[in-house]
């Protein structure tokens, strides 16, 4: 973890907490409900800074994952209920009409997914969004161990998944985790799937999540380990491996393949060296390896192929925005299928803050940081409106309940449901960092 990670992921959770925050502190203010307290960050036990202000006091908290408004006459997770116990005034949460106390607690939400459209919007119209067309893998995908046991096969197109489109590998090598169903091209022949939880279950376990298939490339040399077989058997840098005993190898993947079959055994190669044939006796090592590593610039050039980058004008950067933030939130919503589920055990894998941070990148990049952030105020706002006392959500329901019925909910179980929304929330919050010790401790970030 480095200084640079740091600052953007604090300066991100900085601008959403306090866009979150005033997203209840102005509707609010504007229905005239007392705010005692407006905190980036929270503050247990004491503050960084603070300053009163028109009776609310504004500060910074020493802890930073999150933020709070303190909104007079209501339950919240500070547990102050002295205050309840008087008769309510008209400036507190409590005397206001269900509607407008409604509004007040949407506003966090509202600002949450509102700022993600406009991030998304300005990205698509400033910066364009640059991917790799799966149709475009003119050999297809190989597909790892993993990937197998999901139900692809080396060779497939990718056409859809859950029936729906997939053109971008970006999004394709993640919603495919999710998904019900897979269909792809294969053998000339459109296949549809359905996707093997166990086969996840093993992306998720190797940390394979984007690079369980990849596009299909030569065998073409790079460097060679210094004891290893080619280095031995004369193999040079630039040479292109076309046949193991007379079996043509197109690409890579073919060339595991067939070498898994000779492990420890003596092979000839045919290999393209200045455009010319030569036959090559090399011993294959017990792994099934020949010891050295392919041209990146080989594998990088298939993806070049596949690469588009597409622009938006101002008026189709809009609905893109749109569009994107909503893709955003149904990945989200999905990804409780692997999280929850005990065959794909994707609890495992969830990160706290410890974990969000090492995925910042080392070296400041805009592009990424308001991706991220526009990612992040979409999952904010998703995760607020789980309707768990404690969480925006919880206070919705109850609001949602007063105004179906016609009677508010009693004071005692609104108290009771807050107390345990907290404790659950402290829990939950306590085995995330716990998993991000652990996997720290471990080196499986």
């Keep these: 973890m480095t200084l640079i990670q740091l600052f953007q992921f604090i300066l991100s959770i900085s601008i959403l907490v306090i866009l979150h925050e005033l997203g209840h502190f102005i509707p609010a203010k504007y229905f005239k409900t007392k705010v005692e307290k407006f905190y980036l960050f929270f503050d247990p036990w004491f503050s960084l800074a603070k300053i009163n202000f028109r009776g609310t006091e504004y500060g910074i908290g020493w802890l930073p994952f999150g933020g709070y408004v303190k909104i007079a006459g209501m339950v919240d997770e500070s547990m102050d209920t002295e205050q309840l116990k008087k008769p309510a005034e008209p400036w507190e949460f409590r005397s206001k009409p269900a509607w407008q106390r409604l509004i007040i607690m949407m506003g966090g939400v509202t600002v949450n997914f509102f700022l993600a459209w406009l991030i998304y919007s300005s990205l698509s119209y400033f910066k364009g969004e640059t991917y790799h067309d799966n149709l475009k893998f003119e050999n297809g995908i190989a597909v790892s161990d993993a990937g197998k046991k999901m139900g692809l096969e080396t060779g497939d197109k990718i056409l859809k998944i859950d029936g729906k489109h997939a053109e971008r590998m970006e999004t394709s090598t993640v919603n495919m985790l999710f998904a019900d169903e897979v269909t792809v091209e294969r053998n000339g022949k459109e296949v549809t799937f359905p996707v093997n939880e166990q086969g996840v279950a093993d992306v998720l376990k190797q940390n394979e999540a984007k690079a369980y298939f990849s596009p299909r490339f030569p065998v073409v040399i790079d460097s060679l380990l210094p ?9 040079q840098k630039g040479d292109k491996i076309v046949a193991v005993n007379g079996n043509p190898v197109k690409y890579f993947d073919e060339l595991g393949t067939e070498l898994a079959k000779y492990k420890n055994t003596n092979v000839k190669l045919d290999v393209e060296r200045k455009s010319a044939l030569q036959q090559i006796d090399i011993k294959v090592d017990p792994q099934g390896k020949l010891g050295f590593s392919t041209d990146i610039n080989v594998a990088q050039a298939e993806l070049e192929k596949a690469k588009i980058t597409k622009k938006y004008s101002f008026l189709e950067a809009i609905p893109r925005g749109f569009t994107r933030t909503i893709d955003v939130l149904t990945m989200q919503i999905k990804q409780f299928k692997i ?15 410890i974990g969000i941070i090492k995925q910042m990148p080392e070296t400041i990049n805009w592009e990424f940081f308001w991706s991220f952030t526009a990612m992040f105020s979409v999952w904010l706002a998703f995760l607020n409106l789980i309707p768990i006392p404690g969480l925006d959500g919880g206070h919705v329901v109850f609001t949602l309940w007063e ?31 716990g998993n991000d010790i652990v996997k720290w401790i471990t080196g499986k970030f």
């Design 227 to 235: 004891n290893g077989p080619a280095k031995a058997a004369g193999l």
């Design 339 to 353: 999280v929850f589920n005990t065959t794909t055990e994707g609890y495992k894998k969830v990160s706290g803050p």
């Design 403 to 433: 105004m179906i019925t016609g009677k508010p909910v009693p004071q005692k179980v609104l108290e009771n449901a807050q107390m345990i929304g907290v404790i659950f929330l402290l829990g939950l919050m306590v085995l995330i960092f």
